[in-house]
Protein backbone atom coordinates (compact mmCIF):
# COMPACT_ATOMS: atom_id res chain seq x y z
CA UNK A 1 0.00 0.00 0.00
CA UNK A 2 3.02 2.36 0.90
CA UNK A 3 4.74 1.59 -2.22
CA UNK A 4 1.76 2.41 -4.28
CA UNK A 5 0.65 6.33 -2.30
CA UNK A 6 4.03 7.97 -2.28
CA UNK A 7 4.44 8.42 -5.95
CA UNK A 8 0.47 8.90 -6.59
CA UNK A 9 1.10 11.76 -4.04
CA UNK A 10 4.03 12.82 -6.19
CA UNK A 11 1.68 12.92 -9.24
CA UNK A 12 -0.77 15.09 -7.66
CA UNK A 13 2.05 17.91 -7.00
CA UNK A 14 3.28 17.67 -10.54
CA UNK A 15 2.47 21.04 -12.45
CA UNK A 16 -0.12 21.10 -14.35
CA UNK A 17 2.25 22.44 -17.36
CA UNK A 18 6.04 22.66 -17.31
CA UNK A 19 7.67 24.95 -20.22
CA UNK A 20 10.93 25.73 -20.77
CA UNK A 21 11.55 28.29 -23.51
CA UNK A 22 13.81 28.99 -25.69
CA UNK A 23 13.33 32.76 -25.16
CA UNK A 24 10.90 35.02 -23.83
CA UNK A 25 10.09 36.22 -26.95
CA UNK A 26 9.12 33.11 -28.87
CA UNK A 27 7.45 31.52 -25.78
CA UNK A 28 5.22 35.33 -25.73
CA UNK A 29 4.33 34.74 -29.42
CA UNK A 30 3.59 31.16 -29.14
CA UNK A 31 1.31 32.10 -26.20
CA UNK A 32 -0.25 35.09 -27.92
CA UNK A 33 -0.63 33.01 -30.89
CA UNK A 34 -2.71 30.33 -29.20
CA UNK A 35 -4.59 32.59 -27.40
CA UNK A 36 -5.95 34.32 -30.24
CA UNK A 37 -5.74 32.58 -32.87
CA UNK A 38 -3.97 34.62 -34.48
CA UNK A 39 -0.72 33.61 -35.67
CA UNK A 40 -0.52 35.43 -38.63
CA UNK A 41 -1.28 38.68 -36.87
CA UNK A 42 0.30 38.54 -34.07
CA UNK A 43 3.64 39.22 -35.94
CA UNK A 44 2.89 42.78 -36.84
CA UNK A 45 1.76 44.23 -33.34
CA UNK A 46 4.66 42.40 -31.52
CA UNK A 47 8.12 44.01 -31.54
CA UNK A 48 11.15 42.27 -30.10
CA UNK A 49 14.82 44.38 -29.75
CA UNK A 50 15.88 43.20 -32.68
CA UNK A 51 12.80 44.28 -34.75
CA UNK A 52 14.09 47.50 -36.84
CA UNK A 53 11.04 49.61 -36.04
CA UNK A 54 11.56 48.68 -32.55
CA UNK A 55 13.56 51.98 -31.57
CA UNK A 56 10.68 53.91 -33.23
CA UNK A 57 7.78 52.42 -31.72
CA UNK A 58 9.30 52.64 -28.52
CA UNK A 59 10.19 56.44 -29.12
CA UNK A 60 6.74 57.30 -30.55
CA UNK A 61 5.37 58.75 -26.89
CA UNK A 62 7.81 59.48 -25.18
CA UNK A 63 7.40 62.74 -24.34
CA UNK A 64 10.55 63.56 -21.57
CA UNK A 65 13.68 63.17 -23.01
CA UNK A 66 14.98 62.33 -19.52
CA UNK A 67 14.18 58.42 -20.16
CA UNK A 68 15.07 58.60 -23.91
CA UNK A 69 18.62 57.68 -23.99
CA UNK A 70 21.30 54.67 -24.28
CA UNK A 71 21.41 53.58 -20.72
CA UNK A 72 17.66 54.03 -20.00
CA UNK A 73 16.17 50.18 -19.37
CA UNK A 74 13.80 49.08 -22.37
CA UNK A 75 11.03 46.34 -22.30
CA UNK A 76 12.20 43.23 -23.96
CA UNK A 77 9.23 43.39 -25.81
CA UNK A 78 6.33 45.89 -27.02
CA UNK A 79 3.05 44.94 -28.04
CA UNK A 80 0.48 47.44 -29.71
CA UNK A 81 -2.70 45.42 -29.77
CA UNK A 82 -5.03 46.71 -32.79
CA UNK A 83 -7.76 44.56 -31.39
CA UNK A 84 -9.21 44.03 -27.77
CA UNK A 85 -9.12 40.26 -27.85
CA UNK A 86 -5.02 41.27 -28.29
CA UNK A 87 -5.16 42.74 -24.41
CA UNK A 88 -6.75 40.15 -23.41
CA UNK A 89 -3.96 37.50 -24.52
CA UNK A 90 -1.40 40.32 -23.46
CA UNK A 91 -2.14 40.15 -20.13
CA UNK A 92 -2.68 36.10 -19.78
CA UNK A 93 0.73 35.38 -21.81
CA UNK A 94 2.62 38.16 -19.23
CA UNK A 95 1.30 36.60 -16.68
CA UNK A 96 2.05 33.05 -17.36
CA UNK A 97 5.52 33.80 -18.05
CA UNK A 98 6.29 36.22 -14.86
CA UNK A 99 7.29 39.17 -16.37
CA UNK A 100 6.61 42.63 -15.45
CA UNK A 101 3.65 44.46 -17.37
CA UNK A 102 3.68 47.89 -18.30
CA UNK A 103 0.55 49.86 -19.80
CA UNK A 104 1.30 53.23 -22.01
CA UNK A 105 -1.80 54.77 -23.63
CA UNK A 106 -0.31 58.45 -24.64
CA UNK A 107 3.19 58.44 -23.32
CA UNK A 108 1.93 62.04 -21.09
CA UNK A 109 3.94 60.54 -18.21
CA UNK A 110 6.38 62.78 -16.73
CA UNK A 111 8.59 60.16 -14.49
CA UNK A 112 8.29 57.36 -17.51
CA UNK A 113 7.14 54.42 -15.23
CA UNK A 114 4.56 53.27 -18.09
CA UNK A 115 7.76 52.70 -20.42
CA UNK A 116 10.82 52.04 -18.35
CA UNK A 117 11.63 50.07 -15.72
CA UNK A 118 14.63 48.14 -13.61
CA UNK A 119 13.44 44.74 -14.42
CA UNK A 120 12.62 42.79 -17.12
CA UNK A 121 9.38 43.91 -18.93
CA UNK A 122 6.88 44.23 -21.50
CA UNK A 123 5.06 47.50 -22.76
CA UNK A 124 1.23 47.40 -23.56
CA UNK A 125 1.06 50.17 -26.06
CA UNK A 126 -2.08 50.89 -26.54
CA UNK A 127 -2.22 53.98 -29.36
CA UNK A 128 -3.90 51.79 -32.32
CA UNK A 129 -6.82 51.12 -29.73
CA UNK A 130 -8.52 55.09 -30.35
CA UNK A 131 -11.92 54.79 -32.07
CA UNK A 132 -14.08 57.71 -30.92
CA UNK A 133 -17.98 56.97 -31.24
CA UNK A 134 -20.23 59.69 -30.57
CA UNK A 135 -23.99 59.53 -29.42
CA UNK A 136 -25.90 62.84 -30.13
CA UNK A 137 -29.06 61.48 -29.13
CA UNK A 138 -27.75 60.54 -25.80
CA UNK A 139 -25.31 63.19 -26.03
CA UNK A 140 -22.52 60.41 -25.27
CA UNK A 141 -19.38 59.09 -26.55
CA UNK A 142 -17.22 56.07 -26.35
CA UNK A 143 -13.49 56.58 -26.56
CA UNK A 144 -10.85 53.95 -26.37
CA UNK A 145 -7.95 54.45 -24.37
CA UNK A 146 -5.85 55.32 -27.20
CA UNK A 147 -7.22 57.99 -28.54
CA UNK A 148 -5.61 61.45 -27.76
CA UNK A 149 -7.71 64.59 -26.17
CA UNK A 150 -7.07 66.35 -29.34
CA UNK A 151 -9.03 63.49 -31.71
CA UNK A 152 -11.66 63.22 -29.11
CA UNK A 153 -12.04 67.51 -29.31
CA UNK A 154 -12.21 67.13 -32.75
CA UNK A 155 -14.79 64.21 -33.37
CA UNK A 156 -16.97 65.71 -31.30
CA UNK A 157 -16.66 68.85 -33.12
CA UNK A 158 -17.12 67.58 -36.28
CA UNK A 159 -21.39 66.21 -35.18
CA UNK A 160 -22.23 68.84 -33.18
CA UNK A 161 -21.04 72.68 -32.40
CA UNK A 162 -22.61 72.87 -29.00
CA UNK A 163 -21.24 70.04 -27.17
CA UNK A 164 -17.73 69.55 -25.91
CA UNK A 165 -16.32 67.92 -22.76
CA UNK A 166 -14.23 69.34 -19.81
CA UNK A 167 -10.50 67.47 -20.37
CA UNK A 168 -6.97 68.86 -20.41
CA UNK A 169 -5.92 71.86 -22.77
CA UNK A 170 -3.33 69.70 -24.23
CA UNK A 171 -4.51 67.92 -27.50
CA UNK A 172 -1.69 65.07 -27.18
CA UNK A 173 -2.39 63.89 -24.24
CA UNK A 174 -3.72 59.94 -24.48
CA UNK A 175 -7.30 59.63 -23.15
CA UNK A 176 -6.71 56.22 -20.75
CA UNK A 177 -3.61 57.70 -18.23
CA UNK A 178 -6.05 61.17 -18.88
CA UNK A 179 -9.19 60.02 -16.87
CA UNK A 180 -7.89 57.13 -15.10
CA UNK A 181 -5.80 59.43 -13.20
CA UNK A 182 -8.93 62.29 -12.53
CA UNK A 183 -8.58 64.83 -15.72
CA UNK A 184 -8.62 68.49 -15.71
CA UNK A 185 -8.79 71.36 -18.05
CA UNK A 186 -10.05 75.15 -18.38
CA UNK A 187 -14.09 74.23 -18.01
CA UNK A 188 -13.27 72.13 -14.44
CA UNK A 189 -14.83 75.18 -12.51
CA UNK A 190 -18.24 74.95 -14.24
CA UNK A 191 -18.29 71.25 -15.05
CA UNK A 192 -15.91 69.15 -12.59
CA UNK A 193 -13.39 66.61 -13.48
CA UNK A 194 -13.04 64.33 -16.65
CA UNK A 195 -13.78 61.80 -14.59
CA UNK A 196 -17.36 63.31 -13.02
CA UNK A 197 -18.72 62.40 -16.52
CA UNK A 198 -17.46 58.42 -17.03
CA UNK A 199 -20.62 57.03 -17.57
CA UNK A 200 -19.13 53.55 -18.06
CA UNK A 201 -16.21 51.80 -18.84
CA UNK A 202 -14.60 48.80 -20.21
CA UNK A 203 -11.24 46.84 -18.53
CA UNK A 204 -9.48 43.82 -19.01
CA UNK A 205 -8.66 42.29 -15.65
CA UNK A 206 -5.88 40.10 -14.10
CA UNK A 207 -7.47 36.74 -15.88
CA UNK A 208 -7.95 38.68 -18.87
CA UNK A 209 -11.84 38.88 -19.12
CA UNK A 210 -13.49 42.36 -20.13
CA UNK A 211 -15.46 43.60 -17.97
CA UNK A 212 -17.40 46.54 -17.71
CA UNK A 213 -19.61 48.98 -15.33
CA UNK A 214 -22.31 46.58 -14.34
CA UNK A 215 -19.68 43.29 -13.89
CA UNK A 216 -16.68 44.84 -12.27
CA UNK A 217 -18.72 46.36 -9.81
CA UNK A 218 -19.14 49.78 -7.70
CA UNK A 219 -16.17 49.42 -6.02
CA UNK A 220 -13.76 48.84 -9.27
CA UNK A 221 -15.57 51.59 -10.82
CA UNK A 222 -15.10 54.42 -8.33
CA UNK A 223 -11.68 53.26 -8.06
CA UNK A 224 -10.76 53.54 -12.22
CA UNK A 225 -11.95 57.20 -12.13
CA UNK A 226 -9.36 59.53 -10.39
CA UNK A 227 -7.31 56.20 -8.81
CA UNK A 228 -4.80 55.66 -11.98
CA UNK A 229 -6.21 52.51 -14.61
CA UNK A 230 -2.83 50.59 -14.38
CA UNK A 231 -2.82 49.55 -11.01
CA UNK A 232 -6.67 47.70 -11.61
CA UNK A 233 -6.05 46.68 -15.05
CA UNK A 234 -5.93 47.67 -18.64
CA UNK A 235 -8.68 50.22 -19.41
CA UNK A 236 -10.09 49.49 -22.63
CA UNK A 237 -12.17 52.61 -23.61
CA UNK A 238 -14.64 54.80 -21.56
CA UNK A 239 -18.27 55.95 -22.22
CA UNK A 240 -18.38 59.77 -21.47
CA UNK A 241 -21.08 61.94 -20.62
CA UNK A 242 -20.63 65.21 -22.97
CA UNK A 243 -21.53 68.50 -22.02
CA UNK A 244 -23.22 71.82 -23.73
CA UNK A 245 -20.70 74.74 -24.85
CA UNK A 246 -21.84 77.83 -26.08
CA UNK A 247 -21.76 78.98 -29.21
CA UNK A 248 -19.49 82.06 -28.41
CA UNK A 249 -16.87 81.89 -25.74
CA UNK A 250 -13.84 84.61 -24.63
CA UNK A 251 -10.44 84.07 -23.83
CA UNK A 252 -7.62 86.67 -22.97
CA UNK A 253 -4.05 86.63 -22.20
CA UNK A 254 -2.36 89.36 -19.69
CA UNK A 255 0.99 89.91 -18.82
CA UNK A 256 2.85 91.89 -16.05
CA UNK A 257 6.11 91.99 -14.62
CA UNK A 258 7.96 92.66 -11.52
CA UNK A 259 10.32 95.54 -12.85
CA UNK A 260 7.41 97.06 -14.69
CA UNK A 261 4.59 97.33 -12.38
CA UNK A 262 4.68 97.79 -9.03
CA UNK A 263 0.79 96.12 -8.20
CA UNK A 264 2.35 92.55 -9.65
CA UNK A 265 2.16 91.01 -6.08
CA UNK A 266 -1.67 92.46 -5.54
CA UNK A 267 -2.59 91.36 -8.60
CA UNK A 268 -1.24 87.94 -7.35
CA UNK A 269 -2.60 87.94 -3.98
CA UNK A 270 -6.58 89.42 -5.23
CA UNK A 271 -5.99 86.46 -8.03
CA UNK A 272 -6.22 84.05 -4.84
CA UNK A 273 -9.25 85.66 -4.13
CA UNK A 274 -11.11 86.02 -6.97
CA UNK A 275 -9.93 82.97 -9.68
CA UNK A 276 -11.36 80.07 -7.08
CA UNK A 277 -14.92 82.44 -6.35
CA UNK A 278 -16.09 84.15 -9.16
CA UNK A 279 -18.38 82.93 -11.00
CA UNK A 280 -18.02 79.28 -12.10
CA UNK A 281 -18.10 79.59 -15.76
CA UNK A 282 -14.75 81.89 -15.70
CA UNK A 283 -11.51 80.00 -15.19
CA UNK A 284 -8.38 82.13 -15.20
CA UNK A 285 -4.78 80.10 -14.69
CA UNK A 286 -1.59 82.10 -14.02
CA UNK A 287 1.74 81.18 -14.93
CA UNK A 288 4.60 82.99 -12.48
CA UNK A 289 7.89 82.46 -13.79
CA UNK A 290 11.54 83.69 -13.09
CA UNK A 291 12.39 86.29 -16.72
CA UNK A 292 15.12 88.27 -17.93
CA UNK A 293 14.17 91.62 -17.18
CA UNK A 294 13.69 94.42 -19.87
CA UNK A 295 14.57 97.31 -17.60
CA UNK A 296 17.87 95.60 -15.91
CA UNK A 297 19.19 93.64 -18.82
CA UNK A 298 21.51 91.98 -16.32
CA UNK A 299 18.92 91.03 -13.97
CA UNK A 300 15.91 88.71 -13.47
CA UNK A 301 12.63 89.64 -12.10
CA UNK A 302 9.06 87.45 -12.22
CA UNK A 303 6.47 87.65 -14.60
CA UNK A 304 3.30 86.81 -14.29
CA UNK A 305 0.38 85.70 -17.17
CA UNK A 306 -3.24 85.18 -16.59
CA UNK A 307 -5.00 83.12 -19.54
CA UNK A 308 -8.66 82.64 -19.06
CA UNK A 309 -11.27 80.88 -20.55
CA UNK A 310 -15.16 82.39 -20.06
CA UNK A 311 -18.45 80.81 -21.13
CA UNK A 312 -19.86 83.80 -22.22
CA UNK A 313 -19.08 86.64 -24.40
CA UNK A 314 -16.24 89.67 -24.36
CA UNK A 315 -19.19 92.08 -23.18
CA UNK A 316 -20.14 89.42 -20.12
CA UNK A 317 -16.50 89.07 -19.16
CA UNK A 318 -15.20 92.73 -19.13
CA UNK A 319 -17.96 93.37 -16.62
CA UNK A 320 -17.45 90.57 -14.52
CA UNK A 321 -13.74 91.55 -14.22
CA UNK A 322 -14.48 95.33 -13.75
CA UNK A 323 -16.27 94.10 -11.26
CA UNK A 324 -14.50 91.26 -9.20
CA UNK A 325 -10.62 91.70 -10.64
CA UNK A 326 -10.27 95.83 -11.65
CA UNK A 327 -6.52 95.55 -11.20
CA UNK A 328 -6.55 93.66 -14.12
CA UNK A 329 -7.70 96.63 -16.01
CA UNK A 330 -9.09 94.36 -18.60
CA UNK A 331 -10.88 95.66 -21.52
CA UNK A 332 -12.93 94.59 -24.56
CA UNK A 333 -10.20 95.12 -27.26
CA UNK A 334 -7.97 92.59 -24.99
CA UNK A 335 -10.51 89.71 -25.38
CA UNK A 336 -10.96 87.64 -28.33
CA UNK A 337 -14.16 85.62 -29.10
CA UNK A 338 -14.29 82.58 -31.08
CA UNK A 339 -16.09 79.00 -30.90
CA UNK A 340 -15.21 76.40 -28.21
CA UNK A 341 -13.49 74.17 -30.55
CA UNK A 342 -11.53 77.39 -32.46
CA UNK A 343 -10.82 78.18 -27.97
CA UNK A 344 -8.94 74.30 -27.73
CA UNK A 345 -6.45 75.40 -30.68
CA UNK A 346 -5.71 78.54 -29.22
CA UNK A 347 -5.34 76.61 -25.68
CA UNK A 348 -2.70 74.45 -27.24
CA UNK A 349 -0.59 77.69 -28.21
CA UNK A 350 -1.43 77.66 -31.93
CA UNK A 351 -1.98 81.06 -33.46
CA UNK A 352 -5.58 82.32 -33.66
CA UNK A 353 -7.50 81.05 -37.03
CA UNK A 354 -5.63 77.78 -36.94
CA UNK A 355 -7.78 74.64 -38.40
CA UNK A 356 -9.00 72.76 -36.33
CA UNK A 357 -7.65 69.70 -37.82
CA UNK A 358 -4.07 69.92 -36.20
CA UNK A 359 -6.22 68.96 -32.73
CA UNK A 360 -5.72 65.32 -34.88
CA UNK A 361 -1.74 65.55 -35.29
CA UNK A 362 -0.22 63.07 -32.79
CA UNK A 363 2.99 64.65 -33.16
CA UNK A 364 5.34 61.44 -32.37
CA UNK A 365 8.86 61.23 -31.03
CA UNK A 366 8.23 64.80 -29.91
CA UNK A 367 9.47 65.46 -26.28
CA UNK A 368 11.79 68.09 -24.10
CA UNK A 369 13.36 67.34 -20.68
CA UNK A 370 11.50 67.95 -17.70
CA UNK A 371 10.52 67.41 -14.17
CA UNK A 372 7.01 68.39 -13.05
CA UNK A 373 5.97 68.43 -9.23
CA UNK A 374 2.66 69.20 -7.65
CA UNK A 375 0.88 71.24 -4.42
CA UNK A 376 -2.26 72.28 -3.07
CA UNK A 377 -3.25 75.62 -1.51
CA UNK A 378 -6.05 75.68 0.65
CA UNK A 379 -5.01 79.42 2.20
CA UNK A 380 -3.81 82.56 0.33
CA UNK A 381 -0.02 83.16 0.55
CA UNK A 382 0.13 86.76 2.03
CA UNK A 383 1.72 89.22 0.02
CA UNK A 384 5.13 89.03 2.50
CA UNK A 385 5.08 85.64 1.48
CA UNK A 386 4.22 86.08 -2.07
CA UNK A 387 7.44 88.86 -2.07
CA UNK A 388 9.64 86.27 -0.07
CA UNK A 389 8.78 83.77 -2.66
CA UNK A 390 9.63 86.02 -5.97
CA UNK A 391 13.03 86.41 -4.10
CA UNK A 392 13.90 82.48 -3.77
CA UNK A 393 12.27 82.15 -7.66
CA UNK A 394 14.88 84.88 -9.10
CA UNK A 395 17.67 83.15 -7.41
CA UNK A 396 17.21 79.70 -8.13
CA UNK A 397 16.73 81.17 -11.69
CA UNK A 398 14.46 78.60 -14.20
CA UNK A 399 11.49 77.00 -12.40
CA UNK A 400 7.84 78.21 -13.25
CA UNK A 401 4.67 77.89 -10.93
CA UNK A 402 1.27 77.32 -12.62
CA UNK A 403 -1.89 78.32 -10.50
CA UNK A 404 -4.72 76.33 -11.53
CA UNK A 405 -7.98 77.87 -9.78
CA UNK A 406 -10.62 75.48 -8.18
CA UNK A 407 -13.75 76.38 -6.52
CA UNK A 408 -17.20 76.69 -8.23
CA UNK A 409 -18.44 73.25 -9.31
CA UNK A 410 -15.54 71.16 -7.35
CA UNK A 411 -16.61 72.32 -3.92
CA UNK A 412 -19.99 70.88 -5.34
CA UNK A 413 -18.81 67.47 -5.15
CA UNK A 414 -17.68 65.32 -2.09
CA UNK A 415 -14.24 63.98 -1.82
CA UNK A 416 -15.04 60.46 -1.81
CA UNK A 417 -17.77 60.96 -4.92
CA UNK A 418 -14.86 59.57 -6.82
CA UNK A 419 -11.29 57.90 -6.43
CA UNK A 420 -9.50 61.84 -6.70
CA UNK A 421 -10.36 63.30 -3.42
CA UNK A 422 -8.91 67.25 -3.82
CA UNK A 423 -12.02 69.09 -3.72
CA UNK A 424 -13.78 71.48 -1.77
CA UNK A 425 -10.68 73.42 0.52
CA UNK A 426 -9.03 73.75 -2.10
CA UNK A 427 -7.91 77.58 -3.58
CA UNK A 428 -6.09 76.06 -6.16
CA UNK A 429 -3.38 73.64 -7.56
CA UNK A 430 0.28 74.27 -8.28
CA UNK A 431 2.23 72.49 -10.91
CA UNK A 432 6.14 72.83 -10.54
CA UNK A 433 7.32 73.01 -14.42
CA UNK A 434 11.18 72.37 -14.97
CA UNK A 435 11.98 72.58 -19.00
CA UNK A 436 15.63 72.30 -20.34
CA UNK A 437 16.72 71.66 -24.15
CA UNK A 438 20.45 70.22 -23.53
CA UNK A 439 21.07 66.57 -22.26
CA UNK A 440 23.80 65.45 -19.54
CA UNK A 441 23.98 64.51 -16.22
CA UNK A 442 24.68 67.63 -14.49
CA UNK A 443 22.24 69.80 -16.24
CA UNK A 444 19.40 67.55 -15.35
CA UNK A 445 20.84 67.12 -11.15
CA UNK A 446 21.24 70.97 -11.61
CA UNK A 447 17.76 71.60 -13.07
CA UNK A 448 15.82 68.96 -10.88
CA UNK A 449 17.72 70.34 -7.80
CA UNK A 450 16.77 73.66 -8.43
CA UNK A 451 12.37 72.63 -8.46
CA UNK A 452 13.12 70.36 -5.73
CA UNK A 453 14.20 73.47 -3.95
CA UNK A 454 11.38 75.32 -4.83
CA UNK A 455 9.19 72.79 -3.63
CA UNK A 456 10.94 72.62 -0.55
CA UNK A 457 10.61 76.66 0.11
CA UNK A 458 7.10 76.17 -0.78
CA UNK A 459 6.22 74.19 2.21
CA UNK A 460 4.56 77.12 4.73
CA UNK A 461 2.05 77.34 1.95
CA UNK A 462 0.71 74.44 0.99
CA UNK A 463 -1.88 71.77 2.23
CA UNK A 464 -0.09 69.70 5.45
CA UNK A 465 -0.95 66.33 6.88
CA UNK A 466 -0.74 64.95 3.84
CA UNK A 467 1.11 67.33 1.78
CA UNK A 468 -1.65 66.71 -1.12
CA UNK A 469 -0.23 65.76 -4.64
CA UNK A 470 -2.03 65.39 -8.31
CA UNK A 471 -1.92 62.07 -9.39
CA UNK A 472 -1.79 62.89 -13.20
CA UNK A 473 1.37 65.19 -12.71
CA UNK A 474 3.62 61.96 -11.38
CA UNK A 475 6.57 62.71 -8.87
CA UNK A 476 8.84 59.94 -7.62
CA UNK A 477 10.24 62.28 -5.20
CA UNK A 478 7.44 61.57 -2.86
CA UNK A 479 7.82 58.19 -2.54
CA UNK A 480 8.50 54.90 -4.66
CA UNK A 481 7.47 51.60 -4.28
CA UNK A 482 9.66 48.48 -5.12
CA UNK A 483 6.88 45.48 -4.50
CA UNK A 484 8.22 44.06 -1.88
CA UNK A 485 7.47 42.69 1.31
CA UNK A 486 7.50 46.52 2.36
CA UNK A 487 5.33 47.41 -0.85
CA UNK A 488 1.78 48.43 1.63
CA UNK A 489 4.32 50.65 3.54
CA UNK A 490 5.85 52.25 0.59
CA UNK A 491 2.56 52.45 -1.17
CA UNK A 492 1.26 54.47 1.91
CA UNK A 493 4.03 57.28 1.57
CA UNK A 494 2.76 58.45 -1.72
CA UNK A 495 -0.76 56.70 -1.81
CA UNK A 496 -2.12 58.99 1.05
CA UNK A 497 -0.38 62.01 -0.81
CA UNK A 498 -2.15 61.55 -3.98
CA UNK A 499 -5.46 60.24 -2.45
CA UNK A 500 -5.84 61.64 1.06
CA UNK A 501 -8.74 59.24 3.04
CA UNK A 502 -9.35 57.46 -0.31
CA UNK A 503 -6.03 55.62 -0.51
CA UNK A 504 -7.65 52.55 2.00
CA UNK A 505 -10.19 51.97 0.20
CA UNK A 506 -8.33 51.96 -3.35
CA UNK A 507 -5.73 49.48 -1.16
CA UNK A 508 -9.55 47.56 -0.25
CA UNK A 509 -10.47 47.45 -3.95
CA UNK A 510 -6.91 46.21 -5.13
CA UNK A 511 -6.65 43.52 -2.82
CA UNK A 512 -9.64 42.21 -3.95
CA UNK A 513 -9.47 42.83 -7.92
CA UNK A 514 -5.55 42.04 -7.77
CA UNK A 515 -4.68 40.00 -4.44
CA UNK A 516 -0.79 38.66 -6.54
CA UNK A 517 -0.19 42.53 -7.32
CA UNK A 518 0.08 41.56 -11.25
CA UNK A 519 -0.51 45.50 -12.02
CA UNK A 520 2.09 47.00 -10.71
CA UNK A 521 4.23 49.96 -10.73
CA UNK A 522 6.75 51.98 -8.41
CA UNK A 523 3.32 54.24 -7.75
CA UNK A 524 1.09 51.25 -8.16
CA UNK A 525 -1.84 50.90 -5.21
CA UNK A 526 -0.32 48.22 -3.33
CA UNK A 527 -2.46 45.66 -1.79
CA UNK A 528 -3.10 44.81 2.11
CA UNK A 529 -0.64 42.50 3.47
CA UNK A 530 -3.07 41.49 6.44
CA UNK A 531 -5.64 40.89 4.13
CA UNK A 532 -3.78 39.05 1.66
CA UNK A 533 -2.11 36.66 4.39
CA UNK A 534 -5.47 36.00 5.82
CA UNK A 535 -6.37 34.50 2.37
CA UNK A 536 -3.21 33.11 1.89
CA UNK A 537 -3.63 31.09 5.13
CA UNK A 538 -7.32 30.40 4.08
CA UNK A 539 -6.69 28.80 0.74
CA UNK A 540 -3.29 26.90 2.02
CA UNK A 541 -5.90 25.68 5.30
CA UNK A 542 -8.61 24.38 2.57
CA UNK A 543 -5.82 23.12 0.15
CA UNK A 544 -4.35 20.92 2.81
CA UNK A 545 -8.02 20.07 4.06
CA UNK A 546 -9.14 19.24 0.47
CA UNK A 547 -5.51 17.33 0.01
CA UNK A 548 -6.34 15.49 3.07
CA UNK A 549 -9.93 14.49 1.59
CA UNK A 550 -8.21 13.16 -1.35
CA UNK A 551 -5.86 11.34 0.01
CA UNK A 552 -8.44 9.74 1.97
CA UNK A 553 -10.57 8.84 -0.49
CA UNK A 554 -7.49 7.78 -2.87
CA UNK A 555 -6.84 5.22 0.59
CA UNK A 556 -10.17 4.16 0.78
CA UNK A 557 -10.14 3.37 -2.89
CA UNK A 558 -6.48 1.56 -3.09
CA UNK A 559 -8.39 -0.48 0.59
CA UNK A 560 -11.04 -1.37 -1.45
CA UNK A 561 -9.15 -2.50 -5.28
CA UNK A 562 -6.70 -4.61 -2.24
CA UNK A 563 -9.76 -6.13 -0.76
CA UNK A 564 -10.82 -7.21 -4.22
CA UNK A 565 -7.27 -8.55 -5.53
CA UNK A 566 -7.69 -10.96 -2.33
CA UNK A 567 -10.79 -11.85 -3.45
CA UNK A 568 -9.78 -12.51 -6.71
CA UNK A 569 -7.29 -15.05 -5.42
CA UNK A 570 -9.17 -16.69 -3.34
CA UNK A 571 -11.42 -17.90 -5.71
CA UNK A 572 -8.86 -18.17 -8.47
Given amino acids: MQALMIPLFFVLLLPLHVSAPDSVYETFVQCLSNQTNQSDQVSNIVYSQTNPSYTTVLRAYIRNSRFNTSTT ?77 GELYYRIWE ?70 GASFGVILSYKIKLIPVPETVSVFRIERSLDEEENVTDIVYKWQQVAPTTDDNLWMRMLIQPVSSKVNKEEKTIRISILTMFLGNAEELVALLGKDFPELGLKKDGVMEMSWIESVVWWANYDNGTSPSVLLDRNPDSANFLKRKSDYVQTPISKDGLEWLWKRMIELGKTGLVFNPYGGKMNEIPASATAFPHRAGNLFKIQYSMNWDEEGIEL ?12 SYMTPFVSKNPRSAFLNYRDLDIGINNNDKNSYEEGEVYGVKYFNDNFHRLVKVKTAVDPHNFFRNEQSIPTN ?28 LLLVWDLQLQRMNFWS
Fill in 529 to 556: PRVHSGVTRLLLLTSILSLEKLMGGLMY
Fill in 159 to 228: KSKVLGFPASICPTVGVGGHLSGGGYGNMLRKHGLSVDHVLDAKLVDVNGKILDKESMGEDLFWAIRGGG
Fill in 444 to 455: ERNYTAQIRRLY
Fill in 73 to 149: PKPTIIVTPTQESHVQATVICTKNIGIQLKIRSGGHDFEGISYISDVPFIILDMFNLRSITINLQEQTAWVESGATL
